[in-house]
C-alpha cells in the first residue's frame, strides 16, 4: 500500500532533550517536506526536499533541522526542543518532476505527529 | 511578499446547500494552485491542483475555478453533505520550472454541514 509514515505519533517531551520525527514514504517519491500545523495559522512548511541531499527552508525552520540520505526517508531533529515547538506535524511527500505548464503531481500527507514540549 | 488569503474564514450551512469558498494569492512566479479538504487531526487530502492555463477542475461535486489574471481562485461544493465538514486549504506553488518547489498554505476555511 503506498503511503508515508510518521513515528511516533504522540509524544510529550521536556525542553532541550533532542527527539527526531521520523517520515518514510514507500512510492519512490523525490519530494519531501515537513508541516506544522496550529490552531489559526494553518499549515507552515518548515523545510522540503527536492531530492536526496537537496533541502531547503520553508516558511519556519527555525529550531529545526533536516535531512535526506535517502530518497524513502526524511527525518526532522529537534536538536534543543523549546516549548513554542508544541504543535501537529506532518510529512509529505510528492513526486516532483513534471512539465512547465502541464500539470503537477499529488502531495500526499502523513498521518501527523502531534508534539508536546513542556 | 508570497501570501495565500482565504475566506470566509469559517461557514455554516445547511445539508443539501451549495457554498462557493475563495482564495486570492499574490505568489509570484505561479506554478499550480491545490485545493486541500482536512478533516479534523488528519492529514490534508487533495481535491484539485490547477496550473496557470486552467480555469476550472472538477472533482465530484466539487468543482475548482482558476482566474490566473487576477490571481483568484474559488472551491464550489454542490450538494453539500454532513461529510463535507472539515477544513479547506488554498495552497500556492511558486514556479521552479519543472520542479516542485516552495508551497504557500492558506489559513483554511472551516466548513460545517447541519443537517
Known amino acids: 500500500e503506498a503511503q508515508v509514515t510518521q513515528n511516533p505519533r504522540y509524544l510529550i517531551t521536556v525542553t532541550g532533550k533532542k527527539l527526531t520525527v521520523t517520515c518514510s514514504q514507500n512510492?519512490?517519491?523525490?519530494?519531501m517536506s515537513w508541516y506544522r500545523q496550529d490552531p489559526g495559522l494553518g499549515l507552515r512548511q518548515i523545510y522540503y526536499s527536492m531530492n536526496v541531499e537537496v533541502t531547503d527552508k520553508g516558511d519556519v525552520p527555525e529550531g529545526y533541522k533536516v535531512s535526506r540520505k535517502e530518497k524513502r526517508n526524511f527525518p526532522l531533529i529537534l536538536e534543543s526542543p523549546s516549548p513554542n515547538q508544541t504543535s501537529l506535524y506532518f510529512c509529505a511527500s510528492s513526486l516532483s518532476n513534471f512539465l512547465r505548464g502541464q500539470g503537477s503531481y499529488e502531495q500526499y500527507f502523513g498521518p501527523g505527529t502531534r508534539l508536546t514540549v513542556t | 511578499k508570497n501570501q495565500v488569503e482565504q475566506s470566509p474564514q469559517s461557514l455554516i450551512i445547511l445539508e443539501g446547500k451549495n457554498c462557493t469558498l475563495q482564495?486570492?494569492?499574490?505568489?509570484?512566479?505561479?506554478?499550480?494552485l491545490r485545493w486541500y479538504k482536512q478533516d479534523t487531526g488528519r492529514g490534508p487530502v487533495s481535491l484539485t491542483i490547477?496550473?496557470?492555463?486552467?480555469n476550472t477542475k472538477s472533482n465530484g461535486r466539487y468543482t475548482a475555478t482558476l482566474d490566473a489574471d487576477t490571481k483568484q481562485s474559488s472551491l464550489h461544493i454542490t450538494a453539500s453533505q454532513l461529510s463535507d465538514s472539515a477544513s479547506y486549504i488554498c495552497v500556492v506553488s511558486e514556479d521552479r520550472g519543472s520542479t516542485l518547489g516552495r508551497l504557500y498554505f492558506g489559513r483554511g476555511t472551516q466548513l460545517t454541514v447541519w443537517p
Open positions: 490547477m496550473t496557470f492555463s486552467e
Open positions: 482564495c486570492n494569492y499574490t505568489v509570484s512566479p505561479f506554478s499550480n
Open positions: 512510492m519512490n517519491h523525490e519530494y
